[in-house]
């Protein structure tokens, strides 16, 4: 491993232990059943980052599933496709019912400055009537802060508040290697 490596390695840990100290400090008691943690993941980086969470606060976890989004080529220019032109996305999602969480933690890439399509498409089709929301993304470029409150008002159109954005950049995938 190259010094480089193993400094991003340390920086990313510090990282996610201050984001989780930040999780905890919203939730202000242990999550009890009170948590529920929503995420679209294609790589598995934005489900790594779902799993520490749900893991320190005990949330129960729904995974987003797009399929349109498949690992060969036609997904991936679809996804580039619809997240530059702001689409929503076909998505499966198990069974799930909010009215029991009081936090919603919701999770996807970034992409093209902005959360992944199968995020937007699951937010416009539920009712986040009086939940306190916490949107988390991993991405190696960055995000645009209008596009977080664009996001920001869909939540609350839907009834939600957005209490923090929580982020991991990664950096670009020849620095990862």
């Given at each position: 491993m190259t010094r480089r490596a193993f400094l991003k390695f340390l920086s990313f840990g510090a990282l996610l232990g201050t984001l989780m100290g930040r999780a905890r400090a919203?939730?202000?008691?242990?999550?009890?059943?009170?948590a529920l943690v929503v995420v679209y993941s294609r790589s598995g980086n934005t489900a790594a980052m779902a799993?520490?969470?749900a893991g320190r606060l005990g949330a129960a976890t729904v995974a987003i599933r797009a399929p349109a989004y498949g690992d060969d080529f036609f997904g991936w220019t679809r996804?580039?496709?619809?997240?530059w032109n702001k689409l929503t996305s076909e998505i499966e999602v198990p069974d799930h019912d909010l009215r029991p969480y009081e936090?919603?933690?919701?999770g996807s890439p970034i992409w093209w400055y902005r959360p992944s399509p199968?995020?937007?498409s699951f937010v416009e089709a539920s009712n986040l009537g009086g939940k306190k929301?916490?949107?988390f993304n991993t991405f190696n470029s960055r995000f645009k802060d209008e596009n977080i409150a664009e996001f920001r008002r869909l939540v609350e159109a839907k009834g939600g508040q957005l209490v923090d954005h929580v982020y991991v950049r990664r950096g670009r995938v020849?620095?990862?290697l």
């Open positions: 919203l939730l202000a008691a242990p999550a009890g059943g009170r799993a520490e969470i996804a580039s496709y619809d997240a936090w919603i933690f919701l199968p995020l937007w929301v916490v949107l020849y620095d990862q």
